[in-house]
């Protein structure tokens, strides 16, 4: 029988493409499979490792900062290395006045220094002594005078209500 | 010494704050009934200032009528009639003293008001009756040497009271601003 293209026969160079086809496609789907494995393998190892890390760090810092901290004196490190003075000096002063009680602070300081006698008694002179000594003075007749009517009457309690200064 | 804190703490918010110009000691009898020997001399004073004005008035009288003499024969006021109108000017002195604010001239120096029993300003007619009480039956004053509470006659009839009231306080000072900074 004759060979009419040559002798090169189609079937098995058909075949044989076809061998070499599947060949490689199993060989590069090996490849992705493996190289998938690979990479998940690889993630999940680092994504554990990073979680157990975590929850080491998680535990440990916080007692060793407290224990590091606790053989610190950290007021006196501020005190060594930050100039307090330069920061408040930033400060914004507006804000806090606005905080700040004024006329509370006022009255309480009024009150304290007791401003209404240091008025009286600088401008008050003699005329106003006078009247209050003379208002004293009737006040304290009043009670002399009632103490007696009182007693002459057996009273035992003081009149209501009572005058004392 | 209280510190700005307790000062703050004992602060009511929405309150007032008031500061007395007062004497310290005399800042517990504000508002407390007045005894028979303060209102006395109050009374004296004011009687002395009628008085004055009764006989300054006389005076002015007689000065006309020695300036006139030679041209009208004006009445000489003397005895009873000027005694009248003393009564009649103490009337009306303490009626508009008590019934503007409850102080005569003696009560004001004296430290004195005169109030209702509920501690309201008398009204017109009641500072009248008071006024006339007074002028006719001065003595009723003397009631308030036994009274417990110091009221005179005129008082119990009337249900007044006289109160010391030394000296006018100094303007309130508002806190609703604590309010604010206390939110």
């Known amino acids: ?165 | 010494m209280t510190t700005f804190s307790q000062f703050r703490d004992a602060f009511v918010p929405g309150s007032q704050v008031h500061f007395s110009a007062l004497p310290e000691r005399a800042r517990s009898i504000q508002g407390v009934s007045a005894g028979f020997t303060s209102r006395a001399i109050a009374t004296f004073i004011d009687i002395g200032l009628v008085a004055v004005l009764v006989l300054g008035a006389w005076g002015g009288w007689e000065a006309l009528r020695y300036v006139l003499s030679g041209f009208y024969d004006l009445p000489s006021v003397t005895g009873f009639p000027l005694l009248l109108l003393g009564y009649f000017v103490m009337w009306i002195y303490w009626t508009w003293s008590w019934s503007t604010g409850g102080r005569s001239l003696g009560n004001v120096l004296m430290g004195l008001r005169v109030q209702t029993q509920s501690g309201n300003n008398l009204g017109l007619g009641l500072a009248a009756l008071r006024s006339l009480l007074s002028v006719i039956f001065a003595l009723g004053l003397a009631w308030a040497l036994i009274s417990r509470k110091n009221k005179s006659v005129q008082d119990i009839v009337l249900r007044t009271e006289v109160v010391f009231d030394w000296a006018p306080l100094l303007p309130k000072v508002d806190m609703t601003f604590a309010m604010e900074i206390n939110e």
């Open chain 1, 1 to 165: 029988m004759p060979v009419e293209n040559g002798g090169d026969d189609p079937i098995e160079a058909g075949a044989l493409y076809s061998v070499v086809s599947a060949a490689t496609s199993i060989a590069s789907g090996a490849l992705g499979a493996t190289r998938f494995a690979t990479e998940t393998t690889v993630y999940l190892a680092s994504e554990s490792t990073k979680a157990i890390a975590n929850a080491v760090l998680d535990a440990v810092v916080p007692i060793a900062v407290s224990a590091v901290v606790s053989r610190i004196d950290i007021n006196e490190i501020v005190k060594d290395h930050v100039d307090v003075n330069e920061i408040v000096a930033q400060a914004e002063l507006a804000p806090i006045l606005d905080r700040v009680p004024i006329t509370e602070i006022a009255d309480y300081v009024i009150e304290e220094i007791d401003l209404p006698s240091l008025i009286r008694e600088s401008t008050g002179g003699v005329a106003d002594g006078l009247l209050s000594t003379l208002r004293f003075q009737a006040i304290h007749t009043d009670n002399f005078v009632s103490g007696i009517v009182d007693r002459v009457f057996f009273r035992r309690e003081k009149r209501a209500p009572e005058r004392e200064v």
